[in-house]
């Protein structure tokens, strides 16, 4: 829930600012809405200087907000201009099987420590290209 004021805040600053004051954001499965998020977007890419999202379309956490939001979640995996979106349901390993156990997994966890060195998507360890609707899929 943190993303709804983050999010915004991050916003406004991409509306004062020309150069990105944060070099890294990244975004674990935000429960924001998505329709919402495109009118944010273009100034969110002006406050960063790279922006992953980190997404789960077998997510059933944001797939009940999506019902009880009357629309769908950001979190879900969409292709966004300009942001890294990386699909992490295939590491999921949730016991309890409600599809959002992926945040302490292995691969997430290195993807970040990749993204707070610098790697690139294309050069990190757990990444692979995606032609769905996403840009990244991160795999064991």
């Known amino acids: 829930m943190g993303h709804q004021v ?8 991409g509306k004062e600012t020309d ?10 499965a935000p429960d924001f809405d998505s329709a ?10 002006k406050s960063s200087k790279r ?14 907000s999506a019902s009880l939001n009357q629309g769908s979640r950001l979190g879900s995996c969409a292709p966004i201009e300009g942001f890294d979106v990386v699909n992490v349901n295939p590491v999921d390993s949730s ?3 409600i599809g959002h156990g992926y945040y302490s997994s292995r691969p997430l966890l290195t993807d970040i420590y990749q993204i707070l060195l610098g790697v690139k998507a294309e ?11 996403e840009n990244f899929i991160l795999r064991n």
Do not use: M, W
């Open 19 to 28: 150069k990105p004051l944060i070099q890294e954001l990244i975004l674990n």
């Open 6 to 13: 983050v999010l915004h805040a991050l916003s406004e600053i």
């Open 123 to 133: 050069k990190r360890l757990f990444i692979r290209k995606s032609f769905g609707s």
């Open 51 to 64: 922006i992953t999202l980190y997404c789960s379309p077998g997510d059933n956490a944001l797939q009940i």
């Open 36 to 45: 919402e998020f495109r009118l944010i977007s273009d100034s969110l890419i």
């Open 95 to 97: 016991l309890i099987s």
